[in-house]
C-alpha cells in the first residue's frame, strides 16, 4: 500500500506552503519507500508515497491523463485494469500502472465509474479544467483514509490521521464505499449492493459456487511484479487463503517471475497454537515457511510504535496489531513487499466464537451485516497499517466484492451452528472446501476451532498485556477514567494503558472520534451481548471470553498482579489462569 496526501484548496500556493506539504507527507514514506512525488497546480497539492508492486520502473504517481488535465494520486490495487484498458482503446497510456485507468475512465464517465473498478483503492482526482476534484475509497475501507477541513476553507485527504491531524480543525475517517465532490460539497454512497439492506437473503446454500467465488478472488489477488507470500496461522482461512494460491500460482505471470514455489509466514510466541498449525499446514501444501517468534515483552516494548502506527486505541486492534507488526518486518527483511491474508471471512459468515449463541438467522445475518460494515475500523485497519508500517502490502480476497456478494446471499439458516447437524461456526465455507478427491486441506485443519489472531499467536500474549497494563495504571487512575476521558471511558486498566499512549501521540478530540467504542464480547458488537445473560459480566474481545464456548475459555478470576510481563512465554503459558470449560452442548472439532 502507498500513501497519499492531498491539500485542496488551500488559498496559499506559497513555497512555505509546499514545504509543508512535503513535511507531512514524509510522515506517511514508511507506506511508500520506493518512491515520492508531488504535484502542486495552484492552491492544490497532491502528493504521493510509492510502495512499488506493479510496474516499478515506470508507474511514479501522480499519474495523468493525455494532456496532464487530470491528475490522480493513488493507494490501491486495481485487479481488473487489463479489461478497463481495453475499453478505452483510443486513450494513451503513459505507465503500466494499474491505477492510471482511473484518470481516463474519469474522462469517460466521470465520478460514474466507480463501481467498474475492481480492487481497493483511496484515491483523490483532481480535474484542472475546472479546478474541481473527487476522492474516493473503496467499498469496504481495505485502504486506510482520512478527510480534514482546515479554517481557510481547505480539505485535507491522507492516507493516515497523522498525515493531518496537526493542520486540521476538524477531520474524520472517510467513509467506506463513498465519494466526495467538490461540485457537489459533500459525500455520497458509490457503493450499493443488495445485502447493505441487511434485508434477509433466501438463496440456498451452493457449495461449488461459494467455492468458486473465492478461487477467482485469490487469482485475481496473485497480480505482481514483485517477491510476495502468504500470513499463515494455521487456522481456517489462512489455510484456505494459502491452498487455493498454492493450487493456482502456476501458470500465472507471477509464477513466471518467482517460481510456482510459495512463500508463507507465521508468528507466534514460542510454542503457541498458530505456529504448530501453520507449519502443519505449509508442509501439506509444500510451501517454504517462515516461522517468526517473539516475546511478550519484544510485544509490550512494540505497543507504543503499534499504537503511533495503527492509529487507534481499541484493545483487540492493538493485540492482534503487535504480532502483525512484529511479523511485518521480518517479511520486509526478507525482499517480500506484498502478502494475502484472511481478514473478514469471519464477519461474513458468523465465525467468531460468540456466534454460536445466534438466536435465530435474522439476528446472525444482522450481525453479520454489522460486522462487515464496521471492518474499516478493526481488521481492514489492522491488516493495512501494521503491514504498510514496514512497507508491505497486505491483500484479503474475503473482501473481494465478487464474493462478499455470493457470500452474502446465502440464506443465513445455512450459517448457525447447530449441534444436530453437525455445523460449527463458517460450516457452509468448511462444506465448499471439503473435496475428498482432491483435499484442500487435512480435515482436523478444515474443522479446527476459531482462534482469534491474538489468542492463536499464544494466549499468554494477551494475559500478559493485562499485568504490564496492571503495572502502570494504578486503582485512583481507573477510579477518575470518566473525568479524564469522558469519551469511550476505558473500563480495564489495559484500555486507560493504550488511551494514555493514543492521547500522547493524538491529542486532537478528533482524533479520540475516529475509534469506535462500546462494550464487546469476543469481537461481537454490543447488540449481540444480549445472545448470553452471562457475557455481560465477562466483557473481553479475547475469543476466550465467549464462556462455555471456547475450549480454554477464560475462568472468572483475572490474572494476578504477581504475574509477570517479562517472564519467558513457556513461564507465563505455566501462570496463565486459563481452563477447559465444558462446552454445553456446543460441537467444537479440534
Not at 497519499?4 to 514545504?19: F, H, N
Not at 453479520?368 to 481492514?380: E, F, G, I, N, R
Request: glycine letters at 8%.
Amino acid at each position: 500500500m502507498c500513501g497519499i496526501l492531498a491539500v485542496l484548496g488551500c488559498s496559499d500556493d506559497s513555497q512555505a506552503k509546499r514545504v509543508r506539504v512535503l513535511e507531512l507527507s514524509r510522515r506517511l514514506k514508511h507506506r511508500g519507500p520506493d518512491w515520492s512525488g508531488l504535484h502542486q497546480f495552484g492552491d492544490n497539492y497532491l502528493s504521493h508515497q510509492r510502495l512499488a508492486i506493479i510496474d516499478p520502473a515506470s508507474g511514479d504517481q501522480p499519474l495523468y491523463n493525455e494532456d496532464k488535465s487530470i491528475v490522480v494520486t493513488v493507494n490501491g490495487e486495481i485487479y481488473n485494469h487489463e479489461q478497463l484498458r481495453k475499453s478505452l482503446a483510443n486513450h494513451k497510456f503513459r505507465t503500466g500502472s494499474d491505477c492510471e485507468v482511473i484518470a481516463h475512465l474519469y474522462e469517460e464517465h466521470g465520478d460514474g465509474f466507480i463501481d467498474m473498478l475492481d480492487g481497493v483503492f483511496s484515491f483523490v482526482l483532481l480535474d484542472k479544467r475546472d479546478n474541481s476534484f473527487i476522492v474516493a475509497r473503496d467499498a469496504i475501507g481495505v485502504t486506510s483514509l482520512y478527510i480534514g477541513w482546515g479554517l481557510d476553507g481547505s480539505i485535507w485527504i491522507s492516507s493516515e490521521m497523522k498525515g493531518l491531524n496537526d493542520d486540521c480543525e476538524h477531520f474524520e475517517a472517510f467513509p467506506p464505499g463513498h465519494l466526495y465532490s467538490s461540485k457537489e460539497h459533500g459525500f455520497k454512497r458509490w457503493y450499493n449492493p443488495v445485502w447493505f439492506s441487511e434485508s434477509i437473503p433466501s438463496n440456498p446454500f451452493d457449495p461449488l459456487a461459494l467455492r468458486k467465488a473465492f478461487e477467482n478472488a485469490v487469482v485475481k489477488r496473485l497480480m505482481t511484479d514483485v517477491p510476495f507470500g502468504v500470513l499463515l496461522s494455521g487456522g481456517l482461512d489462512s489455510s484456505l487463503v494459502a491452498s487455493v494460491t498454492a493450487r493456482h500460482l502456476a501458470g500465472t505471470k507471477a509464477a513466471e517471475q518467482w517460481g510456482t514455489q510459495l512463500h508463507s509466514f507465521c508468528v507466534g510466541l514460542e510454542g503457541s497454537p498458530d505456529l504448530k498449525a501453520g507449519k502443519e499446514v505449509a508442509d501439506y501444501l509444500g510451501t517454504v515457511h517462515h516461522e517468526f517468534t517473539f516475546t511478550v515483552q519484544d510485544g509490550i516494548d512494540a505497543i507504543e510504535d503499534v499504537i503511533y502506527h495503527i492509529e487507534t486505541y481499541d484493545v483487540t486492534t492493538i493485540r492482534a496489531s503487535t504480532p502483525m507488526f512484529l511479523m511485518s518486518r521480518k517479511i520486509k527483511s526478507l525482499g517480500v513487499k506484498m502478502v494475502i491474508s484472511g481478514e473478514g471471512s469471519d464477519e461474513l459468515f458468523g465465525g467468531y466464537l460468540y456466534f454460536h449463541k445466534a438466536p435465530n438467522k435474522e439476528e446472525l445475518h444482522q450481525e453479520t451485516c454489522s460486522k462487515v460494515k464496521a471492518l474499516h475500523q478493526y481488521d481492514c485497519l489492522r491488516a493495512n497499517k501494521a503491514t504498510s508500517a514496514w512497507g508491505v502490502e497486505v491483500r484479503v480476497p474475503f473482501l473481494d466484492k465478487e464474493f462478499i456478494n455470493v457470500a452474502m446471499s446465502i440464506d443465513p439458516e445455512w450459517k448457525m451452528i447447530k449441534r444436530d447437524q453437525g455445523r460449527i461456526e463458517k460450516w457452509v465455507l468448511r462444506k465448499s472446501f471439503d473435496d475428498e478427491e482432491n483435499p484442500y486441506l487435512p480435515k482436523h485443519i478444515l474443522y479446527r476451532q476459531k482462534e482469534q489472531f491474538s489468542d492463536g499467536v499464544g494466549y499468554s500474549w494477551i494475559d500478559g498485556l493485562k499485568a504490564h497494563a496492571a503495572l502502570h495504571v494504578t486503582d485512583r487512575m481507573m477510579h477518575n477514567a470518566e473525568r479524564i476521558y469522558p469519551h469511550n471511558t476505558p473500563t480495564t486498566k489495559e484500555g486507560y494503558y493504550y488511551r494514555m499512549i493514543f492521547e500522547r501521540f493524538f491529542p486532537q478530540n478528533s482524533a479520540r472520534l475516529t475509534v469506535p467504542g462500546g462494550p464487546s464480547i469476543a469481537c461481537s458488537t454490543a447488540k449481540a451481548i444480549e445472545w448470553d445473560a452471562q457475557w455481560s459480566n465477562n466483557l473481553d474481545p479475547s475469543g476466550r471470553a465467549a464462556l462455555g464456548v471456547h475450549a480454554s475459555a477464560y475462568e472468572h478470576t483475572t490474572v494476578p498482579p504477581s504475574f509477570s510481563a517479562g517472564k519467558s512465554a513457556s513461564e507465563m503459558n505455566k501462570k496463565a489462569r486459563i481452563i477447559d470449560v465444558p462446552t454445553q452442548g456446543v460441537i467444537i472439532s479440534t
